[in-house]
């Protein structure tokens, strides 16, 4: 396994859609395991393959405290997505920012784990959340995208940036600095 070079806005592999994965083969599980090391090395929630300079649609996630094992989702896409919620987000491509913006409360989503068989999450909270960002990642959309006023994005130190912690996502009224690097 190998730990990949984190891609940084402005690179434009992260405004770049990444292809559907058709054949999973030795390189595609090998771009996940190293995708997971990354992840991990890099503090984060998840991990999408934009962020390493690779336009194929696979995404890693972990929610600390709740998925045993990193999921690893190939092909992923968002077939049902409810409500709305406010949350604080981060990502590892955009360093030193965090932002408050607006999330399904919970989404369904397809996709195939890496042996290539289909399956099916439904998530709320934290891994709902991730689910969406790193989705929009195979897209080319980042979370700051996604604001509505230029005050809800914010600069942090930078020992700030490495704590993931997976505080309950704020609700719109109570917005304590929890700090959750999504990826
Ligand atoms: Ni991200």
Redesign the pocket.
Known sequence: MAILKLRIVPDPFLRAKAKRITRIDASVQRLADDMVETMHHEG?L?L?AN?VGVLRRLIVIQIPEQDEEPRVLINPEVVEATGERQVEEG????PGYRGHIFRSESVRVKAQDRHGKPLKINAEGLLAQALE??ID?LNGI??IDHLKRHEDLWKIEANEEDGVSPAPAPQPEVLTPVEVS??
């Open positions: 984060g998840g999408a962020q990502c590892l491509s955009v960002h790193e990642h980042l979370y999504v990826g």
